[in-house]
């Protein structure tokens, strides 16, 4: 971390298409743990990210858009928790959808685990 405020602009920082995930977009954003991250991520309307699970504690708020996970729809302003080790999803972008995520470890191999 720096001795000083830093900012992110909402029109600056790099968005990066994930290959594995057509339709995701991820925006770091800062490292908050050693391998962890905060970022936004991008979804396209119809876009579904699988089940899966990560070996860290995620935290989601949905931005903007609409999402369905965890068998709810998520609207703007919704709050999710998922402890490490968790399945999660699939998460399925009913609308484009924005999301603030904060992971607090390393993503791991992604898959479900099973």
Do not use: K, N
Not at 22 to 46: F, K, N, T, W, Y
Not at 53 to 78: K, Y
Not at 90 to 110: C, D
């Amino acid at each position: 971390m720096t001795s000083h405020q830093t900012f992110t602009d909402p029109g600056a920082g790099a968005w990066l298409r994930i290959d594995f995930l057509p339709g995701v977009e991820l925006m770091p954003l800062a490292q908050p743990v050693p391998d962890g991250s905060i970022h936004r991520a991008r979804l396209a309307a119809g876009t579904t990210i699988p089940v899966h699970t990560h070996p860290a504690d995620e935290f989601v708020l949905v931005l903007s858009g609409t999402i369905e996970t965890g068998g709810r729809r998520c609207e703007a302003g919704t709050f999710w928790t998922t402890p490490a080790g968790t399945r999660q999803g699939p998460h399925v972008a009913v609308t484009e959808v924005e999301l603030l995520t904060v992971r607090l470890g390393a993503m791991g191999p992604f898959g479900d685990g099973t």
